[in-house]
């Protein structure tokens, strides 16, 4: 279901306040979104479970992020009030990535070819500014609604980030001059430790990259990632797979999307061969070369690349029975300048972009 306009939410003071606020503003997106992770998994999926070992499945995932962040455990909490939902629906929609890959490894038929979000980061020497720009596609299930903007004020910190409704953290700047973004990777197995909502959300918290990389290579993930961050003079790709992690030096033009690099990250992935993938990595990458001089806007024609490779793969995916995906939105980021720039839908629609500066 497409959304007619942005949505933007500005959140402050304590955890528990910020959730209510989320809550309150986001209540029919997460009663839907809620319902339909449930069918998922125990209506749409070859091998089916019930309501009940749903909920205990993301239980004991959750255990470990809830004790590793009270803050957002608390935060949670207050989504689930100002929402009026039960907790495990709020808990539910930040193991969406999880729940997504549990339903994968169940076969939910059609079977989903499901590449996520592709990135493309510029070196300085590629753009106008001189800055190191970022850039991703933000892709999702159809029947996912579009994302949102969150302007959040913690202690010491400003961040703006778009994440879906009823979510703690997605791609985004911050006023320290962080910026990431991320492409998911379905895993093999689901370890108990940090989901991809948390950790989105702990990068943004943070004042240096060397501080991302330790804040998100601490614990375990509870599903597969690219975290890419940067400070617009550096970045790192922080590839996490569960227990395994490997981080390396973004150089030159760069750019990833559903598979891991490092060789004992990629042994977690759940098919050795992702050509779907690597196909939108070297679209990016193609057509980053091409150009030289590039303004933030430029970017989004990046994300617009419609030329197609195996099983129909495209960087600006749209509504396709054979993938059951599209993007939902384009995100270009300058993180020295702490600028974030969205345009909802798919790139290609060139509809009105929405510009934020965080200072």
Known sequence: MKDESIRVLWLTGS??????????AAAPWIRRYWAELVAEATVRAAHPISLQELREWIQERAVPALEKDPDLALELEGLAEGAGVPWEAVLGLNFYEEIADLVHERGRPPRPIRPRCSAVVLPPDRTAAGRMLLAQTWDGA???????????????VRMAYLADAG??????????????????V??????????????????LRCRSVEEAVRVVTEAPSTAGCHYIVSDGVHAVDIEMAGTVSAVRPVEGIWATCAHFEDPACAMQQWREDVPASRHRVERLKTQAAARSGVQLLDLFELLADHVPGPEGATVCRHPNPASDSRSAAGVVI??????????????CQSLPVVALCVF
């Open 334 to 347: 300058d993180p020295q300048g702490r600028w974030m720039l969205t345009r909802m839908g798919n790139p």
């Open 167 to 184: 979510t703690l953290g997605g791609v985004g700047v911050n006023s320290a001059g962080i910026g990431s973004v991320h492409t998911g």
């Open 186 to 203: 379905t895993l093999r197995a689901h370890p108990p430790g940090l989901p991809y909502t948390f950790i989105a959300r702990r990068i």
């Open 142 to 156: 159809d029947w996912w609604g579009d994302p949102w903007l969150f302007l959040v004020e913690e202690e010491g």
């Open 15 to 24: 955890p528990r306040e910020r959730g209510r606020q989320h809550g309150r």
